[in-house]
Structure formats: C-alpha cells, structure tokens
C-alpha cells in the first residue's frame, strides 16, 4: 500500500491500482481528492471537509463515491445521490478495494463551553492503517500504522503521547500538522520518538512511502 501525505490531515492510499483519500480539507491541496475512486471524511470542520474539493473529485469521476458520518453527508449529498453514503461507529464497507472499519463516535473536546460534534475514525485493510479524524480514539484492533494528529486546538503534546503509547502501532505519521511550526516540529519529533514506544515518522506534503 501506498501512503501519500497531503497538506494538514488529507493522505491518499493506492494500492492494486485504485486510489482512497481520506479528509481533503480546506488546508489541503485543491486537487487532493481529484483522481480518488473514494473518499472516506471524518468530520464537518473544514480543515476535513471542503465541499469545493469533494465536488471537484466527483465531477471528474463519474464512479467515485464519499463515505462519511451524517452531519457531512446531509451537505453534499443532494448534489450527487446515490454517491454518498452514510456511515457510523461499527459499520464495515468496501470502498475501491480496501476494507474500512468505522471507529469513534465524538469529537474531542475543545473546550467545555463548546459542544462537541460528531467524528470518525477509519481503519483501513484490519490495522494496516488507522486514522483518527480529530479525536483520540483506539480502535480495539491492532494497528500497524498510525495517522497522528500531532497539534491541534484540542490536544498537547503529552495526549499525543499516550495516545500513541495506547494504540500501540508499529509506526505513527504526523497529520493535523498544518499549524505546527518548524520551529517547534524538532520538539515534537524528539519529544513523541523518545516517548511514544514506537517509530515516529513525519512526511512533506506530496512526499509517499510503502506501509
């Protein structure tokens, strides 16, 4: 399988030929998802979804589908019926040949004044990847490959760090990463390598590697 990072929290994965892109926010690439044969979404922030980008890659193929939780789809799916399928904690479906697991229910927390919404987690092909949207949910499957929100509003570095020591994957990539500097990303890289008990990696956007 291969791993391709996009800007902020979008990866897209290929494998047999056929492509899968998760979370094609407004951060990321206008193209992120254009080319995909399906599109998983975790959430309705927009830094995960963006109409724009979703319209853009369903207008270029006819076939491509969006699989998300109900809050997204109630936005898009009137523009594209029967292309939009609606999905919740526990269920199992195909999307272009990978096998997706749906982990989660909640956001996290922001704060406590602000009411949290709905969010989901993917786990892709049982544990060869798992991304969590943004909330620090552990999937009760082992996983090999972690995408790791590693900054964000609603998280500091020694959540990030016990979430990964609580997952327990082979090796953690860094996503929800646009708003961190690079001043601070040496910190991160030692603090959860040195921390995290596993390999922590970190790709550019545009950058891939084979999981």
């Known amino acids: 399988m291969k791993l391709t990072k996009k800007t902020h929290a979008c990866v897209r994965l290929e494998k047999d030929g056929r492509t899968l892109v998760l979370d094609p926010g407004g951060f990321s690439e206008a193209d992120a998802a254009v080319g995909a044969e399906a599109i998983l979404v975790t959430h309705e922030h927009p830094d995960h979804f963006n109409e ?57 927390v922001i704060h406590p004044d602000i009411p949290r919404i709905t969010n ?17 949910t552990v999937p009760d499957h082992a996983v090999e490959t972690l995408m790791l929100p590693v900054m964000a509003p609603w998280n500091k570095i020694s959540e990030v ?29 030692n603090q959860i390598g040195a921390l995290g008990g596993t390999e922590h990696l970190r790709l550019t956007p545009g950058a891939s590697a084979e999981i």
């Open 161 to 189: 760090i016990d979430y990964v020591r609580e997952v327990g994957p082979q090796r953690a990539y860094d996503i929800h990463d646009a708003l961190l500097t690079d001043l601070a990303r040496p910190i991160y890289d």
């Open 52 to 108: 724009e980008r979703l319209r853009a890659a369903l207008e270029a193929d006819p076939a491509a589908r969006i699989w998300t939780l109900k809050a997204v789809a109630e936005k898009i799916s009137a523009a594209f019926p029967g292309r939009v399928h609606t999905v919740g904690h526990g269920d199992t479906f195909s999307a272009a040949g990978f096998d997706i697991q749906v982990h989660g229910e909640l956001h996290a």
């Open 120 to 136: 989901v987690g993917y786990l892709v092909d049982g544990g060869r990847l798992f991304h969590p949207g943004d909330a620090l």
